[in-house]
């Protein structure tokens, strides 16, 4: 049986091992979203209020992460970066991955955001301008409400993109679904019945994510 | 009540299109402004409220003077506290309801109780007949009850000056009838009124004043049915022909 090409019983092994990650992948997902997120929303705002000088940095910035893949960004800030900066050579692989994620995703999302922020009537400001309201009040209280339902379906895709750029992490030696798999197979020499496994694992949890993300944007469209 | 001195806007080096506006209303006055196409009229009705910067100028309306030459943006809020604006294309907004919309400024700018802010803003909804639409969002409002809900929202601040910008001219003309028949009732309670508009037979009822703006001046400034009735320009005489025959 076990020269089967595949073993069924070995992937029925294997299976429990992957997922038993999970919880090294989902948050890894979880902290590179939310400064993703955070660092992406103030890109946005620089580029959209054209701050001097930061906005020319941040155009940079996002022109070199989005020009350069996710992989050599990894290697390039834990092996490179570490021989000038100790506080990267005593940094843990899991959080060298999920600051390189945040950097990389976060210059996706700005984009995402910005053109959200674009897409508000400028009539909306004047009214708000009209009435004596303040530039903050005008943004938390009519530009950001109307942009997150533009921006929504664009940041969903860049979240999904980050569930799978986590898969990345196995090249610091991180064991989440994908590491773990790896380090497995290389025993065994069961690829296909490893590698089926760790595909599922992951098309479950952007499955699952789609359906709430999908929820959540019907929501939003229902209110007005 | 509002002094407009030396007022110049221009967009670029070629395009002037205010050239030395001069401009004096009192408390009450309802004064419509008419006037061809380009010639001006909203430029200078959003340079009222900063909307358009002017290039050059004083602007004071109560007690707040700006210069557009040294201009801050604390003395811009003071003076869009003055004022306020019901635009051609309603700008309500969209993430509010109707109620919302009336209630914003109130809560947001003036600092009012969310219990006061509704009370007030229901008010000003049944004056514009629209209290039973309150809990629509503007997605399902037609124009002329956007429109009518945009005027409320305008007379939620208690400016001292309205300023309409051709509120009617982005509506169905089934719905005009409704929004200016609101205008109409708001100016006869006495409030302080610049509207720039293409309806020139409202204007000649509603108004106190008329101005006609021929390229970025002034031509002619006086009662409706002098203005109206009698024009002496000949600019405004060929203007005032051309609606007629429309």
């Known amino acids: ?224 | 009540m509002i002094q407009v001195d030396h007022l110049y806007k221009k967009f670029d080096e070629n395009t002037e299109v205010l050239k030395d506006i001069n401009l004096h209303i009192s408390k009450n006055e309802v004064v419509s402004i008419l006037g061809p196409s380009g010639t001006g009229k909203s430029t200078l009705l959003r340079c009222l409220n900063y909307l358009c910067v002017p290039t050059k100028g004083v602007i004071r309306i109560g007690d707040t003077t700006v210069d557009a030459e040294h201009h801050k943006k604390s003395d811009v809020r003071a003076l869009r506290r003055h004022s306020s604006m019901v635009f051609q294309n309603y700008n309500l907004f969209k993430n509010m309801t109707a109620l919302q919309n009336v209630m914003e400024a109130l809560i947001q700018v003036q600092k009012k109780s969310k219990k006061e802010a509704e009370e007030r803003a229901i008010e000003l909804l049944e004056k514009v007949g629209m209290a039973d639409r309150k809990d629509f969002y503007p997605s399902k409002l037609s124009g002329g009850q956007q429109q009518r809900v945009g005027i409320a929202r305008a007379l939620a601040v208690s400016p001292d000056v309205i300023l309409f910008d051709e509120p009617t001219s982005a509506l169905d003309p089934e719905l005009v009838g409704e929004v200016l028949n609101t205008i109409q009732k708001i100016a006869e309670d006495g409030a302080t009124m610049i509207l720039v508009t293409h309806e020139i037979r409202f204007a000649r009822e509603v108004s106190s004043r008329v101005l006609f703006m021929d390229e970025g001046r002034i031509a002619a400034d006086g009662k409706p049915e002098d203005i109206i009735s009698h024009p002496q320009n000949p600019r405004l005489q060929q203007f005032l022909k051309y609606f007629a025959q429309t």
């Open chain 1, 1 to 224: 049986m076990s020269n089967n090409i595949f073993s069924v019983s070995y992937f029925l092994e294997i299976f429990p091992k992957v997922v038993g990650k999970l919880d090294v992948t989902l948050y890894l997902t979880l902290i590179a979203m939310i400064c993703a997120l955070i660092l992406g929303t103030i890109l946005a705002i620089i580029a959209f209020y054209r701050v001097p000088v930061l906005y020319q940095i941040s155009r940079v910035y996002i022109a070199f992460m989005r020009g350069t893949p996710a992989a050599p960004q990894l290697f390039f800030f834990y092996y490179g970066l570490a021989l000038i900066s100790t506080t990267i050579t005593n940094m843990s692989a899991t959080t060298a991955v999920a600051i390189i994620i945040s950097l990389n995703m976060g210059a996706f999302m700005s984009e995402s955001i910005r053109a959200a922020l674009m897409s508000v009537d400028v009539g909306q400001r004047e009214a708000a301008a009209s009435l004596g309201m303040n530039g903050l009040q005008t943004v938390i209280r009519v530009i950001l409400p109307q942009a997150i339902r533009v921006a929504l379906p664009p940041l969903f895709n860049d979240i999904i993109n980050i569930i799978k750029m986590t898969s990345l992490a196995f090249m610091l030696g991180v064991k989440d679904i994908m590491g773990v798999g790896r380090s497995e197979a290389a025993l065994s020499l069961r690829y296909f019945e490893t590698y089926a496994a760790i595909m599922i694992v992951y098309f479950v949890v952007i499955m699952i994510f789609s359906f709430f993300s999908k929820k959540l944007e019907k929501i939003c469209n229902e209110a007005y």
